[in-house]
């Protein structure tokens, strides 16, 4: 089945019959994020899927605030429509359908990779966390991070099509949450905001779900000097309705590199002008910041 027809398929039944999915949860007086952790997903201990997911430390600090938005990763549910292959199922939800993601889908699920999902079958698409990796990083510490385990630092590596354990900083992540689960007031709160948002959640979950799978090649683009390309396929990413606030801020970030580089120094002021309104601690480091950048967004 072509791919952008079982995305459809999928979505179609996904919005007709999901338990739930990521949604917006609204900063309250008084919540922390082991809190809210607690709540949506049962354990305090959870709070560390909410910093990764909103980039919360990257940018400085896990602090919160009222009326911050952040965005609460949750599990997918999908019925198997006749045909429809583990490889189908991957590019549909994870991004694509190379082997490694086709058999976590099939592992989580208590499948195998060589034995089909049946028609009418239930299946859950784990929650995938878009991480921003640290100074000093690994994957086994990234795996030990969100996963509690070490030693599957591996898992993640073939995920991400990446080799060698080191990870540079500033570079993304995609992390897996198989086990993550709503609690009942999970589910309300989720149920509650799939019903404000409508069916225009089918074009931003899309949207989204694109950007994550874009993100760290526009990253590599700024990373080794391809500009022009960066700077197209960033503003093509702007254009797109219903990026989280942590997804502009990385693509605004890699904007005022690339147009800081060509000399574009009017769009990367106005760039990180807009950067600043959606990165939660937007003051750049002095010892890792190029002064021409620190320039062109008024720091010195």
Known sequence: MPRRLTFWLCAALFFISRESSAFVHVVRP????????????????????????????????????????????????????????????????????????????????????WVQPVEGQEIEIPAVITYIAGDGETVDSVAERFWGDSLLGWQLNRYNSHRGMAVARGIVILVPMRGLHLTEAGRAEAHAAAEREGASDRTVLEHQRSADTELPGLLADVRYGRYAEAIADGNRLLGREGLTRPQLAMVQRALIDAYVAVDATAAAAATCSAWKSNAQNPAMDPVRVSPKIRAACSER
């Not at 991957?90 to 699920?109: H, I, M, P, Q, V």
């Open 30 to 113: 008084g919540e922390t994020l082991a809190r809210i952790a607690e709540r949506v997903y049962g354990s305090a201990s959870r709070e560390r899927v909410l910093v990764g997911a909103n980039a919360l430390d990257v940018q400085g600090g896990t602090t919160i605030t009222p009326g911050m938005r952040l965005e609460v990763p949750a599990p997918l549910h999908h019925t198997v429509t006749r045909g429809e292959t583990w490889a189908d199922l991957a590019a549909a939800w994870l991004g694509t359908n190379d082997e490694a993601r086709a058999e976590f889908l099939a592992t989580s699920n208590h499948g195998y990779l």
